[in-house]
């Protein structure tokens, strides 16, 4: 019996630790911390927790790629879910930019985590996010939005946010 107890003991000292994140070393040189960053919400979405975009959804993100076409983004971020991904579609697509994925959280920091392991610092960026998640990702850049929270059916903001070492600037555009 000793010898089962002693075996199950040493089975669950072998589980492997969850991961952790790697600390990724930054150039003292670098355009660590800067960069332009459009801040959108996902498109108009259907009913359910991870439901694709409505017409009107379909329609405002082809607004969005219109209005951003020719602005030089470099790469687009968004999260797992259907909305956040087919906002982007048309601005992936269309314009052949590479993408990345983050997890929503209400600090940004997992963004600012996949930014940096991504070596995206100081490039044009679109982050599709959501309503609750889009404020405190500004936060976390620094940027001091005039507003404090996105309501519930307000689909039509564009945040730009320009960050550079000593100083960020935060403009509200919307569009349809």
């Not at 930054?26 to 332009?36: C, I, K, N, P, Q």
């Not at 998640?133 to 620094?142: A, E, F």
Request: glycine residues 6%; contains cysteine.
């Amino acid at each position: 019996m000793r010898y089962i107890v002693i075996i199950l003991l040493c089975c669950l000292a072998c589980e492997p630790p969850p991961p952790e994140r790697q600390p990724i070393p930054v150039a003292e040189d670098s355009t660590f911390l800067t960069g332009t960053f459009y801040l959108v919400r996902h498109a108009e979405q259907g009913e359910g927790e991870d439901s694709a975009l409505t017409d009107a959804g379909q329609h405002r993100a082809g607004a969005l790629y219109r209005l951003l076409q020719d602005s030089g983004i470099q790469k687009v971020y968004f999260t797992h879910y259907q909305r956040s991904m087919q906002t982007a579609d048309s601005i992936c697509q269309y314009l052949a930019i590479d993408t990345a994925s983050y997890v929503p959280d209400s600090t940004g920091e997992d963004l600012l985590y996949e930014i940096t392991r991504h070596n995206d610092w100081g490039k044009k960026l679109l982050v599709i996010g959501h309503s609750n998640t889009l404020i405190p990702i500004m936060h976390s850049l620094k940027a001091k939005p005039k507003i404090d929270s996105i309501g519930e059916k307000d689909y039509s903001n564009l945040f730009v946010v320009r960050k550079y070492k000593d100083s960020v600037r935060c403009r509200k555009m919307n569009y349809e």
